[in-house]
Structure formats: structure tokens, C-alpha cells
């Protein structure tokens, strides 16, 4: 049905242009050519000269004026087409192809929820609509729950996260609402508060996948493998169906880890005396946070020359390599 009335809003559009075309023709390249009433005023005027003047000035008149008969005469044969004017029919045709375009348009596009697309039913809109109104008369918290899960489907996340902190408030443990709020949390790039509802909503409901996936995500963002492979895990035991991606999150997350600890091993032999185990600082500065460590090429430059009171530390290629990388990380 949309697709059908796009088709038509396109042909529409189509016949507006063209019968608005000749309007942006560019003007053409060559001047127009003369009218014929200029061309007989012209003539008039040559052969009165003419007739008053004598020899080689008459005769170059008299020629002047052959030549402009011949144009006016082959103007006769084809002349200028008058300029196209737009007729009544042609304008209302345009004026009811503009109405037909702004009442399809507002039908299929008014109102637009965020993230809607034209594509998106205004059923859905309404339906949504009628859920938050039921759960605003209500002020119950399956209903609220049932208005939230609806704009999860429909992808208009924040109504979902209103629509679960309603919940939330009501029923503070509701598990569904926490875990959805913590992939929300999540989702808007702040997986540390993420990761503190999804612990409390995988232990309340072990059994649902969704929890555990986003809690490992979540975790591996912060950089602790370890730990996103224990929740990715968790997710293939409650049968989560995305098997093979996560099968693959987990291989990336060990081989994260090994060269994490791998980093964090050559840090304990050659650094934590100075600068602590937990890279907090000691005798030399705090490493943790520190904006330094995030630029490798000053990092080796320091670490295998020295610099001030610390010494040298000549690493292997390979230390190095595991070391600024676990540096990054502090
Ligand atoms: C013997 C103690 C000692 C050891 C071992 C040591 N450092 Fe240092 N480090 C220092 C001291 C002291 C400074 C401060 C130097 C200065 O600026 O005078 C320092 C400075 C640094 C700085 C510069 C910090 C800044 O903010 O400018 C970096 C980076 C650094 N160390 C990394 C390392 C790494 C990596 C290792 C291990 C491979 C290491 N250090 C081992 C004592 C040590």
C-alpha cells in the first residue's frame, strides 16, 4: 500500500516537472532572432536612405535592404514560436497533484515517533500511544511493562527507558525491567552502570540469554575479559541463539587476555617496584591514568633509554610488544 502510493508521488512529481520545465530552461545560447516588425521598421528606414543617396552608397543600401526581405520572408515561412504559457488545465493538474503529495504525506508521516521511519505504520504509533495511556490510567506495573517492551520492539529506546523506570519504581526488583534498563545503559555508551544492573538481572533470572550477552559486552568494553567470557558463557548455557558470534567474542576476548596478562607479567618483573602493582605510583609517578601511556613511541623511548632517576630497562621486542599495549589498558 505505501510502496503503491510512493510510486505515485513519484509520477506526480515526475509530471510536475515537466510541466514546469520550460520555466528553468536555460536561455539559449544565441541571441533570439529579430522580431518582424523590427526587421520591416529597419527596411523602412534603409530604403528612404537609399532613395536619397547616389552610387556605391545606394547600391550597399539597396543590398542591406534585399537581405533583410529574405529574413523577413523566411521568418514568414517559419515563425518565432511564441514563448509557452502555462494553460488552466496544466495549473490545476499541478495544483491537485500538490494537495494529493501534502495530505499523503501527512497521513503516512504525521505523527513520527524518533526513529521512525516512513516505513513504520502509524498502527504502531497508536498502539504504542494507547499502551502509555492505559498504563498512566492504570499505574500498574505489568502495564507499564507491556508500554515499555512495545517501544523496545519499535526501537524508540527512549520511551522504552521511561517506560521501564516506571516499572522500576514500582516494582524495584522486576527483573525483566532492570536487565532491559542495564542493555539500555549500555547501549547509551555507559557500560559501567550497565554492567551494575545486568549483574543484579542475570543472578535474579540465570535463564534468560539476553542478560548475559549484553553483561559480557558490557564487561569487555571496560577492558575485563576474564569476565566477559564467564557471562558470554552463561549466555550459551541459557541457549541464547546468536551461538556463533558469541563463540567468536569469546576467542577474541582469550587472546585479549593472554596478551593482557602477558603485559601485565613484564609489568610486574620490570616496573611494579617503582611504580606500583597497580601502576599507583611508588618511587617513580602514577602510571594509571596517566595521558603518557597512551602514546607507545614515548613510552619505548623512555622505558629503553631512561630518563631522570629511572634507569634504563632494556626489554625484548617481544616484552615491549606485550607491555605498551597493557600500558594503554592501566
Ligand atoms: C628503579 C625505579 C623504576 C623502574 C624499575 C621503572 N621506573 Fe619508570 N620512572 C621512575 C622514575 C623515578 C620516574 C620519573 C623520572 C623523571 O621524570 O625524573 C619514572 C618515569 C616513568 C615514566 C614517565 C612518567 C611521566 O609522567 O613522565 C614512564 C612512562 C615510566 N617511568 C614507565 C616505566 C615502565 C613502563 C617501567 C617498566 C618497564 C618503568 N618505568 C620502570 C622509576 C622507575
Given at each position: 500500500?505505501?510502496?503503491?502510493?510512493?510510486?505515485?508521488?513519484?509520477?506526480?512529481?515526475?509530471?510536475?516537472?515537466?510541466?514546469?520545465?520550460?520555466?528553468?530552461?536555460?536561455?539559449?545560447?544565441?541571441?533570439?532572432?529579430?522580431?518582424?516588425?523590427?526587421?520591416?521598421?529597419?527596411?523602412?528606414?534603409?530604403?528612404?536612405?537609399?532613395?536619397?543617396?547616389?552610387?556605391?552608397?545606394?547600391?550597399?543600401?539597396?543590398?542591406?535592404?534585399?537581405?533583410?526581405?529574405?529574413?523577413?520572408?523566411?521568418?514568414?515561412?517559419?515563425?518565432?514560436?511564441?514563448?509557452?504559457?502555462?494553460?488552466?488545465?496544466?495549473?490545476?493538474?499541478?495544483?491537485?497533484?500538490?494537495?494529493?503529495?501534502?495530505?499523503?504525506?501527512?497521513?503516512?508521516?504525521?505523527?513520527?515517533?524518533?526513529?521512525?521511519?516512513?516505513?513504520?505504520?502509524?498502527?504502531?504509533?497508536?498502539?504504542?500511544?494507547?499502551?502509555?495511556?492505559?498504563?498512566?490510567?492504570?499505574?500498574?506495573?505489568?502495564?507499564?511493562?507491556?508500554?515499555?517492551?512495545?517501544?523496545?520492539?519499535?526501537?524508540?529506546f527512549e520511551r522504552a527507558v521511561q517506560g521501564y523506570l516506571k516499572v522500576v519504581e514500582l516494582e524495584p526488583r522486576n527483573p525483566?525491567?532492570?536487565?532491559?534498563?542495564?542493555?539500555?545503559?549500555?547501549?547509551?555508551?555507559?557500560?559501567?552502570?550497565?554492567?551494575?544492573?545486568?549483574?543484579?538481572?542475570?543472578?535474579?533470572?540465570?535463564?534468560?540469554?539476553?542478560?548475559?550477552?549484553?553483561?559480557?559486552?558490557?564487561?569487555?568494553?571496560?577492558?575485563?575479559?576474564?569476565?566477559?567470557?564467564?557471562?558470554w558463557e552463561g549466555y550459551l548455557k541459557a541457549g541464547g541463539e546468536a551461538r556463533q558470534q558469541v563463540l567468536n567474542l569469546i576467542?577474541?576476548?582469550?587472546?585479549?587476555?593472554?596478551?593482557?596478562?602477558?603485559?601485565?607479567?613484564?609489568?610486574?618483573?620490570?616496573?611494579?617496584?617503582?611504580?606500583?602493582?597497580?601502576?599507583?605510583?611508588?618511587?617513580?609517578?602514577?602510571?594509571?591514568?596517566?595521558?603518557?601511556?597512551?602514546?607507545?613511541?614515548?613510552?619505548?623511548?623512555?622505558?629503553?633509554?631512561?630518563?631522570?632517576?629511572?634507569?634504563?630497562?632494556?626489554?625484548?621486542?617481544?616484552?615491549?610488544?606485550?607491555?605498551?599495549?597493557?600500558?594503554?589498558?592501566?
Amino acid at each position: 500500500m505505501i510502496l503503491a502510493y510512493l510510486f505515485l508521488a513519484l509520477l506526480l512529481l515526475l509530471a510536475l516537472a515537466y510541466a514546469l520545465l520550460p520555466f528553468f530552461r536555460q536561455a539559449q545560447p544565441f541571441p533570439e532572432s529579430p522580431r518582424p516588425e523590427e526587421l520591416r521598421a529597419e527596411l523602412g528606414v534603409l530604403k528612404s536612405l537609399a532613395q536619397e543617396a547616389e552610387g556605391e552608397e545606394r547600391k550597399r543600401l539597396l543590398a542591406q535592404a534585399v537581405r533583410l526581405e529574405r529574413q523577413l520572408a523566411e521568418l514568414g515561412e517559419n515563425p518565432v514560436p511564441p514563448p509557452r504559457r502555462l494553460s488552466p488545465v496544466t495549473l490545476g493538474a499541478v495544483a491537485l497533484s500538490l494537495v494529493a503529495l501534502g495530505v499523503g504525506l501527512w497521513a503516512y508521516t504525521v505523527p513520527r515517533l524518533p526513529g521512525e521511519t516512513i516505513i513504520t505504520s502509524r498502527n504502531e504509533a497508536r498502539e504504542l500511544g494507547n499502551l502509555q495511556r492505559r498504563a498512566e490510567q492504570s499505574g500498574q506495573a505489568a502495564d507499564w511493562l507491556a508500554y515499555a517492551d512495545k517501544a523496545y520492539e519499535l526501537q524508540d529506546f527512549e520511551r522504552a527507558v521511561q517506560g521501564y523506570l516506571k516499572v522500576v519504581e514500582l516494582e524495584p526488583r522486576n527483573p525483566r525491567a532492570v536487565r532491559r534498563i542495564g542493555v539500555l545503559l549500555f547501549m547509551s555508551g555507559r557500560p559501567q552502570e550497565g554492567v551494575q544492573a545486568l549483574e543484579l538481572a542475570v543472578r535474579a533470572e540465570p535463564d534468560v540469554a539476553e542478560g548475559w550477552l549484553f553483561l559480557g559486552n558490557a564487561y569487555f568494553q571496560l577492558g575485563r575479559p576474564a569476565e566477559a567470557i564467564v557471562a558470554w558463557e552463561g549466555y550459551l548455557k541459557a541457549g541464547g541463539e546468536a551461538r556463533q558470534q558469541v563463540l567468536n567474542l569469546i576467542q577474541t576476548a582469550k587472546e585479549q587476555q593472554t596478551a593482557t596478562s602477558r603485559g601485565r607479567q613484564v609489568y610486574l618483573a620490570h616496573c611494579a617496584a617503582c611504580h606500583g602493582a597497580q601502576a599507583q605510583g611508588g618511587t617513580g609517578p602514577r602510571l594509571q591514568g596517566n595521558p603518557i601511556r597512551k602514546v607507545p613511541e614515548a613510552l619505548r623511548e623512555i622505558i629503553l633509554k631512561g630518563r631522570g632517576q629511572m634507569p634504563a630497562i632494556p626489554l625484548s621486542e617481544a616484552d615491549l610488544q606485550a607491555l605498551l599495549p597493557y600500558l594503554g589498558g592501566l
